[in-house]
């Protein structure tokens, strides 16, 4: 890092100290004593006066230091690229895990999915025992079904993973809020190794992949482990990256999960250590059909047992598979039966249909202890407005009191093509597929073209945070430095973070850049 800066204000001149202390000293040669202490006092008085002029009429305005520093994906060269998971051995593991699901499904396999009369107001406790409509027949099926896949699970398969890292899913759209959210990790600090999944060969870009390896991630396909054709929907794919993972202990992120603080403690976090899962909260408690508990084993008969339980947010999670590989193969059986029954089962439709709770619910099955963030998510909202962003989700080291880890972009999604590219879209008629920059009814539209602050620094200042301009770091080298480089993407790019956070672009910290690539990116401090 460079700091370009100016030398300090010179001293006061010597001569005018001199010429006031002899002038003090020739006063106090004569006159009474009262006569010389309101000399002295007057001469102090002058000498006070003095000094606040020449502060005043001499002194240099403040100038920010110019602070300069290579690029964050180039300093992240050094951190070592996880090595790639045994994958016969894994495949063979999961064929295994397959044959057992097959054999014991859910009844019935098309579980009616009906939406509540209203998704805004959460449903009374009647509309919840009444949603989903089970038989006896069936609801005994299912329990006797779980009973059989607990009784069946494999044991951890040592030798088979390793080591601490971070999981996030890719592919398709998921990839440009993945760019983000990886930029981020390195923005923020994080040196652990990285593992990006996609489904298949087609949804992998091999030049972004290559550009990946350079900091320490690596990218894998999920259809070298499983036939993904199975997966009919993408909630599934999420427990099936932290499934095939090589990583002993892994922190899952989702593509458009932004963190906001350096999440490496976490692997020695006093929660982590004692219970090797940590789940964060949700907005609500649980909504699931009351036969949940006795399918699942938590009952003997329906119950409202879950009922007060709070829900996961799964945007982010901490699992140990040592410690927990019963409890994963039980949530990847819930999840082999998600879209048809268990989702359905878990939620009855209401908010969060998909993954995010069979991970809770398998954990609650098996007795198994798990760390609950005990902080209540913040809703992050745009700058001067009633619109959301996302989610704030709490750093669980900080038990006594909240303080801001991860930013789950669940509503604005932060990518460098969705917020500025000019004619990316398939469908310019499309106003969802427009950028920000060109959709004047998007939220965020003026903050854009007026190089305002999307996040409310008041609000950033209160959590002792402030992300943006790393996130906007992060999409610099999208635009300008890496595989989807631009050059009108670049300057626009360029632009806001120059009239929006004082960045400058500089090679060598001297001479500014336009357009092109910077060697190094500037920003002016205090």
């Not at 998971?85 to 396999?109: G, I, M, N």
């Not at 692997?267 to 940590?278: L, P």
């Not at 998007?442 to 209160?462: A, C, D, G, T, V």
């Not at 190094?520 to 401090?525: E, G, H, P, T, V």
């Amino acid at each position: 890092m460079t700091i370009y800066g100016d030398d300090p204000d010179p001293p006061p001149p010597a001569h005018l100290l001199r010429n006031t202390v002899r002038k003090i000293r020739r006063f106090h040669k004569g006159g009474s004593p009262r006569q010389q202490i309101v000399i002295f006092l007057g001469w102090v008085f002058l000498i006070y006066a003095v000094f606040r002029a020449h502060q005043y009429l001499f002194a240099k305005p403040s100038i920010p230091f110019l602070v300069c520093e290579t690029p964050t994906h180039e300093q992240s060269h050094h951190i070592t690229l996880p090595e790639p998971p045994d994958v016969e051995s894994l495949s063979r593991t999961w064929k295994t895990l397959q044959a057992v699901y097959d054999a014991h499904p859910p009844q019935p396999l098309d579980l009616t999915l009906k939406s509540f009369q209203s998704l805004s107001d959460f449903p009374d406790l009647e509309d919840i025992k009444t949603h989903t409509q089970i038989s006896t027949e069936d609801a005994q099926a299912s329990r006797h079904s779980h009973v059989q896949v607990t009784k069946k699970l494999l044991p951890y398969p040592d030798r088979l993973f390793s080591g601490q890292g971070i999981v996030m899913l890719a592919g398709g759209r998921y990839t440009g809020f993945a760019t983000t959210g990886l930029g981020m990790l390195r923005e923020v600090g994080s040196k652990l190794p990285v593992e990006v999944w996609v489904r298949d060969r087609v949804e992998e870009n091999e030049e972004w992949c290559k550009e990946l390896a350079n900091e320490g991630i690596a990218c894998r396909r999920l259809s070298d482990y499983m036939d993904t054709e199975m997966l009919e929907h993408g909630y599934q794919l999420k427990i099936s990256s932290i499934f095939f993972s090589s990583f002993e202990q892994i922190l899952f992120l989702d593509a458009d999960n932004v963190p906001v603080r350096n999440p490496d403690g976490l692997f020695k976090s006093k929660a982590f250590k004692d219970t090797g899962v940590i789940l964060w909260p949700d907005y609500w408690t649980h909504t699931g059909s009351p036969v949940l508990p006795y399918v699942v084993g938590l009952s003997d008969a329906a119950s409202e047992v879950l009922r007060k339980d709070q829900t996961a947010e799964s945007g982010q999670l901490m699992w140990d598979k040592r410690r927990h590989w019963k409890a994963l193969s039980l949530a990847a059986y819930y999840n082999y039966y998600g879209p048809q029954h268990y989702y359905t089962m878990i939620s009855q439709g209401w908010a969060g249909w998909g993954d995010k709770d069979t991970f809770t619910i398998a954990l609650q099955s098996l007795r198994q202890n798990f760390y609950m963030v005990p902080h209540q998510l913040v809703t992050l909202f745009v700058n001067g407005s009633s619109d959301g962003i996302g989610m704030l989700q709490a750093d669980p080291t900080k038990e006594a009191g909240y303080e801001p880890m991860f930013l789950h972009s669940n509503i604005i999604k932060w990518s460098i093509r969705g917020f500025l590219c000019s004619g990316c879209a398939d469908d310019e008629e499309d106003p969802v597929a427009l950028s920000a920059w060109e959709n004047p009814e998007s939220s965020i539209n003026p903050h854009l073209k007026q190089h305002r602050r999307i996040f409310s620094m008041e609000h950033m200042k209160s959590m002792n945070i402030d992300p943006e301009p790393l996130i906007w770091k992060s999409f610099e080298h999208v635009a300008c430095r890496g595989v989807w480089q631009r050059p009108d993407l670049c300057n626009r790019t360029r632009e806001h973070m120059e009239q929006t956070f004082g960045y400058e672009f500089h090679r060598n910290g001297v001479s500014p850049i336009v357009g092109g690539g910077g060697d190094q990116i500037c920003r002016r401090i205090g």
